[in-house]
């Protein structure tokens, strides 16, 4: 087991919870699989139920492919998922102008937020790196 400090894998079990809308694949950054798990239901169960056992591999990939920095994946992802309309995500990034934009303007319109779940574990490893 991987004690990646960038996404711990039991966060990607309470995921997988909820996986069949996508969540854990979103948050180890896996884009493509978790916008057609979130259209198919997690490919209508299976592909569900069979990452119950890839959420290890998953972890695996992330830790190599993610940088542990000042910034918290985990709170990011918990931000952008409950308060990513209000912008909250991105003002805890430090993007003060792109987050009271997305406040004033419900994420620009629901699509800044949708670009967020595809793109933020590479905007936070960008801040990390830096």
């Known amino acids: ?8 894998t039991p966060v990607g079990y309470i995921l997988w919870i909820f996986g069949f809308t996508g969540s854990h694949r979103f948050y ?4 493509i699989s978790g916008t057609i798990y979130f259209f198919t239901l997690g490919l209508l169960g299976i592909g569900w139920l069979i990452d119950l056992f890839l ?3 998953l972890n695996r990939q992330a830790s190599l492919r993610f940088r542990a920095g ?3 994946y985990t709170l990011a992802w918990v931000l952008l998922t409950f308060l990513g309309l209000l912008g909250i995500h991105r003002m ?3 993007k003060w102008l792109t987050g009271i934009v997305y406040l ?3 994420g620009i319109f629901g699509v800044g ?3 967020d779940f595809w793109t933020l574990n590479d905007q936070i ?4 790196g830096s």
């Open 104 to 106: 004033l303007t419900g």
């Open 113 to 115: 937020y949708l670009y």
């Open 1 to 8: 087991m991987n004690d990646n400090p960038t996404h711990p």
């Open 70 to 72: 000042p910034l918290d």
């Open 125 to 128: 490893t960008v801040i990390n």
């Open 92 to 94: 805890y990034m430090g």
């Open 28 to 31: 180890f950054g896996k884009p």
């Open 55 to 57: 959420i290890p591999g």
